[in-house]
């Protein structure tokens, strides 16, 4: 599940000045492995200057297709966006990982969806859009942040979309850096926005959930205001927006004991240890034994690293992207922990 797999480029599709939509061809005895729900990603793996990177990017398309596409934005210095936006030619092959995540929705009849996204947040949504549409007869509310109209990601798809169904998808566009005649849609998503939003136009509605996806300010704006009106948080799902390379929190720990793990991943288990003092997360120390586990931020944002403690006690130093009920389950993410117990069991099959 785990292993990376090479996968044809099919075709390279210029979306804004500055990002590029992939197309892979997915052959067929890997149909099966890269089945994949609305709101998941692809991880991408490249050497750069003998050193391996990793960088993950939502998938936009709906699940019943044949190929996958992404939207790759170019970030400065981007070590994979970069060279993603020329350096690559259709068919030439990457290496990616099946598709992973647990931002995912899966939509009921008969409700409504609400959706805040902004800038590259649109992709995932995007995938959650598709879905509804094509798979529910519900509706959807989606409220979509940009700097301006020609930077504004997936524009030529989401009115199509609006065209193809024009009772069932709304959608309200924010500009913060081009003038915009509605007051309410001039600068970022903000609590004072939204707050309009859910007086005007969402406290009536029978809502089966919110999904939130871009900068983390926006996210806990949002989040906040919810909270406000008294919720339901088990209907509010999120995934942080994550530029290129950058970095979450500074916050560094050591290990306070010597620590045995054992790792269960594709049914084999290894086993590695945590030295005291050592500033080694659960997933640091497993690569440094030549454990190969899965990965991509390393910043608790994509949850591509998310594990189950079967035993033991750690201290996570972020989580930006494990929910409440994923917590409650014992779900922890292994690049964020560090161990508090002497022996730690985690389980990525679980």
């Given at each position: 599940m785990y292993e990376f797999h090479k996968v044809k480029i099919k075709n390279i599709q210029q979306e804004t000045n500055d990002a590029v939509i992939w197309t892979l061809d997915i052959p067929v005895h890997f149909k099966s492995t890269f089945i994949w729900q609305a709101g998941q990603h692809l991880t991408f793996i490249k050497i750069v200057n003998g050193e391996e990177i990793r960088r993950s990017y939502s998938i936009f398309n709906p699940a019943n297709e044949d190929d996958i596409q992404v939207l790759i934005k170019k970030v400065e210095d981007g070590l994979f966006s970069v060279p993603a936006q020329s350096e690559y030619q259709v068919g030439d092959k990457v290496e990616v990982m099946a598709?992973?995540?647990?931002?995912?929705?899966?939509?009921?009849?008969?409700?409504?969806?609400?959706?805040?996204?902004?800038?590259?947040?649109?992709?995932?949504?995007?995938?959650m859009i598709h879905e509804v549409l094509n798979n529910s007869n519900s509706h959807i509310n989606l409220y979509?942040?940009?700097?301006?109209?020609?930077?504004?990601?997936?524009?030529?798809?989401?009115?199509?979309?609006?065209?193809?169904?024009?009772?069932?998808?709304?959608?309200?566009?924010?500009?913060?850096?081009?003038?915009?005649?509605?007051?309410?849609?001039?600068?970022?998503?903000?609590?004072e926005k939204v707050t309009k939003i859910f007086n005007n136009e969402l406290q009536q509605l029978d809502i089966a959930g919110y999904f939130l996806c871009g900068p983390g300010g926006m996210i806990d704006e949002v989040k906040s205001v919810l909270a406000e009106f008294d919720v339901d948080k088990s209907i509010i799902h999120s995934e942080q927006f994550l530029s290129e390379g950058q970095v979450m929190s500074e916050k560094k720990k050591t290990a306070t004991l010597d620590s045995g793990v054992m790792v269960t991943i594709d049914g084999v288990t290894s086993r590695y240890e945590i030295k005291e003092g050592e500033d080694k997360t659960l997933l640091d120390a497993a690569l440094d034994a030549k454990i190969k586990m899965p990965y991509s931020c390393k910043a608790g944002v994509c949850a591509t690293c998310r594990c189950r403690l079967v035993e033991g006690e750690v201290?996570?130093?972020?989580?930006y992207s494990l929910e409440d009920w994923e917590l409650e389950k014992g779900y922890v993410l292994s690049c964020q922990s560090l161990p508090k117990t002497k022996k730690i069991v985690i389980d990525y099959d679980g």
């Open positions: 598709p992973t995540g647990h931002f995912i929705m899966v939509p009921q009849d008969d409700k409504t969806y609400v959706l805040f996204a902004a800038g590259s947040g649109i992709t995932p949504i995007m995938g979509y942040g940009n700097s301006t109209v020609e930077s504004t990601l997936l524009k030529t798809q989401l009115a199509d979309l609006k065209d193809q169904y024009p009772n069932r998808l709304s959608i309200s566009y924010f500009l913060s850096q081009e003038p915009i005649d509605v007051e309410l849609y001039a600068g970022r998503i903000n609590a201290e996570m130093l972020n989580n």
